[in-house]
């Protein structure tokens, strides 16, 4: 049995698409239908039945499928292990991280990683949180940092940190960063990301909690434009204080604190449950925890 192949058939009954699993492993979707024909015809099985949504596994499909997930996690480990007979762990790990987290972590994460894992490969990408889950699922991503995350059996989470959310406004000639009650909030317009963005969901979910409403001005997905926006004067953002590192000139604007009730947001790291962990993936894991409390400090920290 080709692992190659086995890793191909994996991706496309994960996905349920030959067109989503070529763009995942960058292939073109005829070859990528070859060798998954070219599977069955060896295992004498048909494992997946065509139609023009997509892709199911059968009977065989579904087997084959518990058993490739382990073969290839089996793979990977000896792979490690034999990168430990030379002294280090020498597996990959694809990591997604918000945009503000990523500014502030890239460059003493990468640093540490260098360091300590020498004879690995990483892959930092940025994201927002619905697409970076779905990189989870799809095994694009091996961990990622996500914004309170639903609890699904899907995904593996652990409570990283808490942030604590602001009215982000241009700043004025004698302003103040004096706390605003969430009900003023509700007053004003705001520039705020598409349902269902983390920060979206807490605003309106919050809000309904004192009886108002946001008065959304404009929907933008992308903390950048969102900033763009409002130092043009198109409205306020609620964001955390780190998402100001994502401007060029973060002096531009004043960040005021929420009041009444306050506003936050958590961050949890995730991995997908139906993927052990490797080891040099679980080194990661340990790493990023230690990064982000270098970064951020303890007052950020949440609880575990």
Known sequence: MDLKQLEYFVRVAELGSFTRASSVLDIAQPALSRQVRLLEVELRQNLLLRNGRG???????????EHGR??????????????RVRGALAGRVAVGLPPSIAKMMTVPLTREFRKRLPSAALSISEG?????????????LDIALLYNPSPTPELDTLPLMEEELFLIGPR????????????????????????????????ETEMAGIGCKPNISLE????????????????HAIL???ALTTSTQPEAYLARPIVKPRLSSKLALATAASRTTTMTQQAMLELIQEVAGQVFGPTERTAQ
């Open 55 to 65: 892709v199911t596994t059968t009977e065989a499909g579904k087997l084959l499928l």
């Open 172 to 203: 004025e000639t004698k302003a103040k960063a004096t706390p605003i009650s969430l009900k003023e909030v509700s007053a004003l317009p705001l520039v705020i990301p598409s349902r269902p963005n983390a920060i979206r969901m807490t605003v």
């Open 240 to 242: 955390s204080k780190y």
């Open 128 to 140: 927002l949180t619905i697409s970076m889950q779905e990189g989870l699922l799809t095994g694009r």
């Open 70 to 83: 382990g073969i290839l996690h089996q793979v990977e480990r000896a792979r490690e292990d034999l990168g």
């Open 220 to 235: 933008i997905d992308g903390v950048a434009a969102i900033l763009d926006l409002v130092a043009d004067g198109a409205g």
